[in-house]
């Protein structure tokens, strides 16, 4: 009996090790979380890409939906004033016409004013389409908004497949951190390939 005269209860004692065991479980997938979601992470694909319609260049609406059925590349920029932009982008329209061959389509995403875009994409003869997202709603929906504390999207690019769900992604971890051209037509490639 206790002092108050209720019947005791026995308590159990975990021992040192399940209590160890437990902390390091759970610091592990923590750990692992904060890997996945830091930028530059090689993620792995999710369920769906997230939909969107923006206006391109060309004053057309371009929705993600409608282009279901083929590969898509999406990259988001930071602005047609960053050196390294600039040299992706172009680096990008040399692949073009492969990524077109292999089925596929390029897009290119910046928080950046449509006519700034505009601007950009004739002084680089780009031909491949550039978005506006002014609102930044799908730069954030993509997890790519302001993750350089800068209130642009950071430099990424995703690989969406035929089904419209996302099959590759890179986020770099700082302005300059973007893969290889060459890398993104391999995973286009793959992605056109897959069932």
Do not use: H
């Not at 159990?12 to 479980?25: D, E, F, K, Q």
């Not at 329209?93 to 389509?105: C, H, K, T, V």
């Not at 994409?121 to 389409?129: C, E, M, S, V």
């Not at 430099?155 to 700082?174: E, H």
């Amino acid at each position: 009996m206790t002092p108050a005269g209720t019947p005791g209860r026995r308590r159990r004692r975990r021992s040192p090790a399940g209590v160890y065991a437990a902390v390091l479980v759970l610091a592990l997938a923590a750990a692992a979380t904060a890997y996945l979601a830091r930028p530059g992470a090689r993620q792995p694909a999710e369920a769906a890409a997230p939909a969107f319609t923006l206006p391109d260049t060309d004053g057309r609406q371009v929705s993600l939906a409608a282009l279901r059925g083929k590969p898509v590349v999406l990259v988001f920029f930071r602005t047609f004033g960053c050196g390294v932009c600039q040299q992706q982008l172009v680096e990008l329209q040399d692949i073009y016409p492969e990524i077109r061959r292999a089925g596929g389509e390029l897009l290119a995403i910046s928080v950046r004013p449509l006519d700034e875009n505009r601007e950009g994409r004739a002084n680089l003869g780009l031909g491949y389409p550039v978005l506006s997202d002014e609102t930044t709603d799908v730069a954030t929906s993509y997890g790519v908004f302001n993750l350089l504390g800068d209130e642009l999207a950071a430099p990424a690019v995703f690989v969406v497949d035929r089904r419209g769900r996302i099959a590759w992604r890179y986020v770099g971890r700082s302005v300059a951190d973007r893969p290889k051209a060459a890398t993104v037509l391999r995973q286009l490639r793959t992605a056109a390939q897959a069932p």
